[in-house]
């Protein structure tokens, strides 16, 4: 009887001591930044509770000179590895110990066991037996680059990663604790940390720039690619320096999360005021926050439609593309080369000129109208460009057809 008895005691004190749990807040948008001062961008794949997806958080770090400060949007804020400014992460918290306020509290894995050795305590805790919403837990980047596990130092030069459990603990029990990953009470953290800048291994340019109706179409090429890219940011730019932090910038005009950075490829610069000029450079900005060396800079003016519209003079087509385009300089090349050479072909360019204008505001009103006359104008570029090719192809074709057919009723 007393061996059922202590078996019912273990079962019930071991429900008590590992039903507290620690949830995000937010597993859509999770809720994660240092010091109030910088947003840390994550990823989640599920809820954080596996250690197969964990909640992975990419913190930037800046060493004792400028190397990193002039190359992060956050420039000389930027935190070194003994700074106060805290980890925060906007946490859930359901407290099931009746005797003990439990604290969140983080934890690294030990690279010699399967532990995970304690870090710090955040002050905020959970009182018993409650449930608190909303919890900051917080741990000072000079608590966490303290930890014999993370190498803060070589994170300088690259990134550094490591995986870390965000749990809870009473106060004064700053023990190890063994292996959490069979269960799912607390969050797994992976923990990626770098002062890793690109000045010496990539080079970034802009190769051409078309203009449009309140935007500007840049292309582009990059030198090399990392994993870690995120994003393009593009820069209005008063004076140029590669070094973000040194640059005279005018304005940030947009980060596109939508442009996965290539090799190369183009980007578009939208929302603009038309009929100012823009000095437009450009840089990739990686998960940290840091940037490439900006692009030397080309400037533009996006022009208002109906000056767009005067200076193309090829209403239809223009208002179907709404920028400079290589099928718009085709069709004024056939314009000007081919009608206007015939008095049938200028008879034909003096009423459209006269008649095509009044439709213009019809077709940019309607995007599925500018796609079809995109559309039609791409067929008529490829039939006058690639015609005989596409002749010579089919007539090859039916050729070697006949003669395989002939060659199959002679055997």
């Given at each position: 009887?007393?061996?059922?008895?202590?078996?019912?005691?273990?079962?019930?004190?071991?429900?008590?001591?590992?039903?507290?749990?620690?949830?995000?807040?937010?597993?859509?948008?999770?809720?994660?930044?240092?010091?109030?001062?910088?947003?840390?961008?994550?990823?989640?794949?599920?809820?954080?509770?596996?250690?197969?997806?964990?909640?992975?958080?990419?913190?930037?770090?800046?060493?004792?000179?400028?190397?990193?400060?002039?190359?992060?949007?956050?420039?000389?804020?930027?935190?070194?590895?003994?700074?106060?400014?805290?980890l925060n992460t906007t946490i859930d918290i359901v407290n099931t110990d009746s005797v003990n306020v439990l604290y969140p509290t983080l934890y690294v894995k030990d690279d010699s066991s399967t532990n995970y050795l304690f870090v710090g305590r955040s002050t905020i805790g959970c009182s018993t037996s409650s449930t608190c919403e909303d919890v900051i837990s917080s741990f000072?980047?000079?608590?966490?680059?303290?930890?014999?596990?993370?190498?803060?130092?070589?994170?300088?030069?690259?990134?550094?990663?490591?995986?870390?459990?965000?749990?809870?603990?009473?106060?004064?029990?700053?023990?190890?604790?063994?292996?959490?990953?069979?269960?799912?009470?607390?969050?797994?953290?992976?923990?990626?940390?770098?002062?890793?800048?690109?000045?010496?291994?990539?080079?970034?340019?802009?190769?051409?720039?078309?203009?449009?109706?309140?935007?500007?179409?840049?292309?582009?090429?990059?030198?090399?690619?990392?994993?870690?890219?995120?994003?393009?940011?593009?820069?209005?730019?008063?004076?140029?320096?590669?070094?973000?932090?040194?640059?005279?910038?005018?304005?940030?005009?947009?980060?596109?999360?939508?442009?996965?950075?290539?090799?190369?490829?183009?980007?578009?610069?939208?929302?603009l005021s038309n009929g100012r000029t823009y000095n437009i450079s450009f840089a990739v900005r990686d998960f940290y926050g840091f940037y490439t060396p900006l692009a030397s800079p080309l400037s533009a003016t996006p022009l208002e439609i109906a000056e767009f519209l005067e200076k193309n003079q090829c209403y239809f087509i223009s208002a179907g593309f709404m920028e400079q385009?290589?099928?718009?300089?085709?069709?004024?090349?056939?314009?000007?080369?081919?009608?206007?050479?015939?008095?049938?072909?200028?008879?034909?360019?003096?009423?459209?000129?006269?008649?095509?204008?009044?439709?213009?505001?019809?077709?940019?009103?309607?995007?599925?109208?500018?796609?079809?006359?995109?559309?039609?104008?791409?067929?008529?570029?490829?039939?006058?460009?690639?015609?005989?090719?596409?002749?010579?192809?089919?007539?090859?074709?039916?050729?070697?057809?006949?003669?395989?057919?002939?060659?199959?009723?002679?055997?």
């Amino acid at each position: 009887m007393k061996k059922y008895l202590i078996t019912l005691f273990a079962i019930l004190f071991s429900v008590n001591t590992f039903a507290s749990t620690v949830r995000l807040s937010d597993t859509t948008e999770p809720v994660v930044n240092v010091g109030n001062i910088y947003s840390v961008y994550n990823t989640l794949g599920g809820d954080g509770t596996s250690s197969s997806a964990p909640l992975k958080l990419y913190i930037p770090l800046s060493g004792s000179g400028t190397t990193q400060s002039d190359n992060h949007i956050l420039k000389t804020a930027l935190f070194k590895s003994n700074s106060t400014q805290t980890l925060n992460t906007t946490i859930d918290i359901v407290n099931t110990d009746s005797v003990n306020v439990l604290y969140p509290t983080l934890y690294v894995k030990d690279d010699s066991s399967t532990n995970y050795l304690f870090v710090g305590r955040s002050t905020i805790g959970c009182s018993t037996s409650s449930t608190c919403e909303d919890v900051i837990s917080s741990f000072s980047i000079a608590t966490i680059c303290n930890s014999t596990e993370i190498d803060c130092a070589g994170a300088l030069s690259a990134p550094v990663t490591v995986s870390s459990y965000l749990y809870l603990s009473q106060a004064g029990v700053d023990t190890s604790i063994s292996d959490p990953t069979s269960g799912s009470d607390g969050l797994f953290v992976e923990l990626n940390i770098s002062g890793r800048v690109y000045e010496s291994t990539v080079t970034t340019a802009l190769t051409s720039i078309e203009k449009g109706d309140q935007r500007l179409k840049l292309n582009y090429t990059v030198s090399a690619i990392q994993n870690d890219y995120r994003d393009i940011a593009i820069f209005d730019v008063s004076s140029f320096n590669s070094k973000f932090g040194q640059a005279g910038i005018n304005e940030i005009l947009s980060i596109d999360d939508d442009v996965t950075p290539q090799s190369s490829g183009l980007f578009e610069a939208k929302n603009l005021s038309n009929g100012r000029t823009y000095n437009i450079s450009f840089a990739v900005r990686d998960f940290y926050g840091f940037y490439t060396p900006l692009a030397s800079p080309l400037s533009a003016t996006p022009l208002e439609i109906a000056e767009f519209l005067e200076k193309n003079q090829c209403y239809f087509i223009s208002a179907g593309f709404m920028e400079q385009h290589y099928v718009l300089n085709y069709f004024r090349y056939i314009r000007d080369h081919y009608l206007l050479k015939v008095k049938l072909g200028q008879s034909f360019v003096d009423f459209y000129y006269e008649t095509a204008p009044q439709y213009v505001p019809f077709i940019i009103e309607r995007p599925w109208l500018q796609a079809l006359i995109r559309g039609f104008a791409y067929c008529v570029y490829f039939i006058f460009n690639f015609s005989l090719v596409a002749l010579m192809i089919s007539v090859m074709v039916i050729f070697l057809t006949s003669k395989v057919f002939k060659n199959s009723i002679t055997e």
